[in-house]
């Protein structure tokens, strides 16, 4: 198998499973030309850029990009797709973008991530009238294959906000501290796959063989708060 080969194979896996993660986030896939051909084309042209719109919330839309695996993480890449992202999405709509790229990626990358999460963040806090975007990235080896289809990964639900307040209110009173449940931090393979944040509350849904089924919550927390 020659590396063009290879790296289309790549290719075709990490989209294919970048299009389940967005579909469980609620993303409209269906728009999206999923055949071998078209993706092969795309690959061939270096135009690997996908636009979707949220099913259920109409003030959010998704842009899905895909570096070429073939060279190394390149600033001028990165910079450059920001722009187009930033020439076709609409102001008033909350952004998500999720990048691909192939190994390495340096430290720069996911420090300027970090700022712009968090200024999102702030913004809607704040509920203001800014542009807003949220950037998550992964490399090709994450994306080979779909984790939450793993028969030994248990189900995993994020709680919407009205979901995490009575779970929080039933376990641990109506003012307590979700920092009681344990942990799981945002690195999980699972976490990301949710695109789980610090203060999320996850409910994951085992099998047993004595009670058929049980169900716990956990935290989502960084390294950091690891005491």
Not at 43 to 50: A, G, H, P, S, V
Request: charged fraction near 30%.
């Amino acid at each position: 198998m020659n590396l063009t080969v290879t790296s289309l194979l790549l290719v075709k896996n990490a989209f294919k499973t970048s299009l389940e993660m967005l579909e469980e986030r609620g993303f409209d896939t269906s728009s999206v030309d999923q055949g071998d051909e078209s993706v092969e084309k795309l690959f061939e042209n270096r135009k690997m850029l996908w636009k979707m719109l949220h099913k259920d919330d109409k003030d959010r839309e998704c842009f899905l990009y895909m570096e070429d695996p073939t060279i190394n993480f390149k600033s001028e890449n990165f910079i450059s797709v920001m722009k187009k992202i930033e020439a076709v999405k609409a102001e008033e709509l909350l952004t998500d973008a999720i990048l691909i790229f192939n190994n390495p990626k340096p430290t720069f990358l996911e420090k300027k991530i970090t700022q712009i999460n968090k200024r999102t963040e702030k913004i809607i806090t704040l509920e203001l009238d800014q542009p807003k975007l949220k950037i998550q990235s992964f490399n090709y080896l994450e994306q080979q294959f779909n984790k939450t289809k793993h028969e030994l990964v248990p189900r995993h639900i994020r709680l919407e906000k009205e979901q995490r307040e009575k779970v929080i209110e039933k376990y641990l009173g109506k003012d307590g501290d979700p920092n009681l449940f344990p942990g799981i931090l945002d690195t999980d393979p699972i976490a990301r796959w949710l695109w789980l944040v610090p203060g999320d509350i996850v409910m994951i849904i085992r099998k047993s063989e004595t009670c058929g089924t049980y169900v716990c919550f956990r935290h989502c927390i960084t390294k950091d708060q690891i005491s």
